[in-house]
């Protein structure tokens, strides 16, 4: 499907088979170091957006940044992310969701066990899983500040939940899905189970490095127990064919715009 430099066959199958795919190619120094610049700056702000650690002024998470800042902007709209998602999603794509997961020396909390399809098809209407999460390691990741962990094939189960739980705790405040106390969660009791056949895999590696993982794989991340920052970036890009009918949250939360993302031409490395 991409329209750029094409992604081996082999890894669209080894995504598909895993769930997961890490990618050869890195963000360079100098994309980095623009977009580490726009997230402090952001940080830095009193916007809705932006979101902090319960009982805390340290910074947890930035939402919907592509919207406001131009550096973002632009990297929605980079070839290597772009020419990647819709190969795997077999479709143009647009952002459905932007956020940068911010865990602080010491301070950065986890996020529990879940997948994130739960939150798109139970509190936004999403009608399928044809998206995917690209994640750029802003920081070196390593295996002490808060790795995220992936259940490998976990993807290939669906949803997990029952629906009639599922809707038992859907339309709580949207807060609750970008806190340690997530509303859509799987079991820890039953993620032990499912290690057993689907093997966790630590998502680590240096700054600037690309995976891409499905929206129904089972994922965590643990504290932040380093002296070392994780900021993670994460871009969802979602089939134009797969748009909710009727989304409900914010929009930094929930992207209304469909239109297809075009490849940038130049400006960020």
Request: aromatic content about 6%; some cysteine.
């Amino acid at each position: 499907m991409s329209r750029g430099t094409a992604v081996p066959r082999r890894a669209r199958e080894e995504y598909e088979r895993g769930g997961w795919l890490a990618v050869p190619d890195r963000l360079g120094a100098d994309a980095l170091e623009k977009l580490r610049d726009s997230i402090a700056a952001i940080s830095r702000t009193a916007r809705p957006e932006v979101v902090r650690e319960a009982g805390s002024d340290t910074v947890r998470a930035l939402h919907g940044c592509h919207g406001y800042d131009d550096v973002c902007a632009q990297l929605v709209r980079h070839p290597l992310l772009l020419d990647l998602a819709e190969e795997l999603v077999g479709d143009r794509v647009y952002v459905y969701q932007f956020k940068v997961n911010i865990k602080s020396p010491r301070e950065g909390r986890r996020w529990p066990w879940h997948q994130d399809f739960a939150f798109w098809a139970h509190e936004d209407g999403m009608p399928a899983a044809d998206a995917v999460n690209i994640a750029v390691n802003l920081d070196d990741v390593h295996e002490h500040n808060g790795p995220l962990t992936v259940l490998t094939g976990s993807h290939r189960l669906g949803l997990i939940e029952a629906p009639e739980a599922a809707r038992a705790v859907t339309g709580r405040d949207w807060h609750e899905h970008v806190s340690a106390r997530l509303t859509h969660t799987v079991p820890d009791e039953r993620v032990r189970e499912l290690a057993a056949d689907f093997e966790p895999v630590r998502m680590t590696g240096p700054a600037g490095t690309i995976t891409a993982f499905h929206p129904s794989i089972v994922h965590s991340s643990t504290d932040n127990l380093s002296d070392d920052r994780r900021a993670v970036l994460l871009i969802t890009y979602n089939s134009v064919r797969n748009a909710p009918a009727r989304p409900s949250r914010p929009d930094f939360l929930v992207g209304r715009d469909t239109t297809p993302v075009e490849r940038l031409a130049g400006a960020l490395a």
